[in-house]
């Protein structure tokens, strides 16, 4: 029987995160889950094409547009369930069991956000995304997404839009999503250099003003 999880990775220039977030998906190799992992990239000018070549795995590029990108991804993906991860991502031993876990269930999962070195605003941030999740099932791209085939294909993929791709797919499966028990390890970096308040305000006004139907090109200016 084939491994059934395919696990799609955007990427643009992520030779720096990549090592991190593909040493934690041997895990998934280990215990005969992982299928497949696609790289999706929009056009990397770094080694990043050469890091998935040596780690073999599948590779298709095209414009840069995270939805787009993913939408590539999931066409290429054999398995019967998809699993979307963020490059700058980690995963925690154990993964695959809350992973497998779910998939019994069927309903489609995110992971919990959790920040890898963030401190005290780390910890809060991240509290207020996954309470967000929970209560608004709104789950961001950084909490990656576990969905079956099936699921996917009923929703219509991924739109191809430079942002907001991740609240367009929360939104279309609403109620259904559901909290995987585990934390997934994402970088500060940005909110660290840009400061957490003010990246955090900005993700806010952005979330808002596209759920008031603002066009995400427009959000994409000044992401």
Same mark, same amino acid.
């Given at each position: $029987?084939?491994?059934?999880?395919? &696990?799609?990775?955007?990427?643009?220039?992520?030779?720096?995160?990549?090592?991190?977030?593909?040493?934690?998906? $041997?895990?998934?190799?280990?215990?005969?889950?992982? !299928?497949? &992992?696609?790289?999706?990239?929009?056009?990397?000018?770094?080694?990043?094409?050469?890091?998935?070549?040596?780690? #073999?795995?599948? +590779?298709?590029?095209?414009?840069?547009?995270? #939805?787009? @990108?993913?939408?590539?991804?999931?066409?290429?993906?054999?398995?019967? +369930?998809? $699993?979307?991860?963020?490059?700058?991502? =980690?995963?925690?031993?154990? +993964?695959?069991?809350? &992973?497998?876990?779910?998939?019994?269930?069927?309903?489609?999962?995110?992971? @919990?956000?959790?920040?890898?070195?963030?401190?005290?605003?780390? !910890?809060? &941030?991240?509290? +207020?995304? %996954?309470?967000? /999740?929970?209560?608004?099932?709104?789950?961001?791209?950084? @909490? #990656?997404?576990?969905? /079956?085939?099936?699921?996917?294909?009923?929703?219509?993929?991924?739109?191809?839009?430079?942002?907001?791709?991740?609240? =367009?797919? =929360?939104?279309?499966?609403?109620?259904?999503?559901?909290?995987?028990?585990?934390? *997934?390890?994402?970088? =500060?970096?940005?909110?660290?250099?840009?400061?957490? *308040?003010?990246?955090?305000?900005? %993700? *806010?006004?952005?979330?808002?003003?596209?759920?008031?139907?603002?066009?995400?090109?427009?959000?994409?200016?000044?992401?």
């Amino acid at each position: $029987m084939r491994a059934r999880l395919s &696990v799609i990775v955007p990427v643009l220039d992520a030779e720096a995160a990549l090592p991190t977030l593909l040493a934690g998906l $041997m895990e998934g190799v280990e215990t005969g889950l992982l !299928r497949e &992992v696609i790289l999706s990239d929009g056009g990397s000018r770094d080694a990043t094409a050469e890091i998935a070549e040596e780690v #073999g795995a599948l +590779w298709c590029t095209g414009p840069a547009s995270r #939805g787009g @990108q993913l939408r590539r991804g999931a066409r290429m993906a054999g398995g019967d +369930w998809l $699993m979307i991860l963020h490059a700058d991502s =980690a995963l925690p031993r154990g +993964w695959t069991r809350a &992973v497998q876990d779910q998939m019994a269930d069927g309903r489609p999962g995110y992971f @919990q956000l959790a920040f890898s070195g963030g401190g005290l605003p780390g !910890r809060i &941030v991240a509290g +207020w995304a %996954n309470l967000r /999740s929970r209560i608004f099932h709104l789950p961001y791209g950084d @909490q #990656g997404l576990l969905i /079956s085939r099936a699921d996917y294909d009923a929703v219509g993929g991924y739109r191809d839009i430079p942002l907001m791709e991740d609240v =367009a797919m =929360a939104r279309a499966l609403g109620g259904r999503l559901c909290l995987m028990p585990v934390p *997934l390890l994402t970088s =500060a970096a940005r909110y660290q250099s840009e400061g957490w *308040l003010r990246r955090g305000a900005r %993700n *806010l006004t952005l979330l808002l003003r596209y759920l008031a139907g603002a066009a995400p090109e427009d959000l994409r200016k000044r992401y």
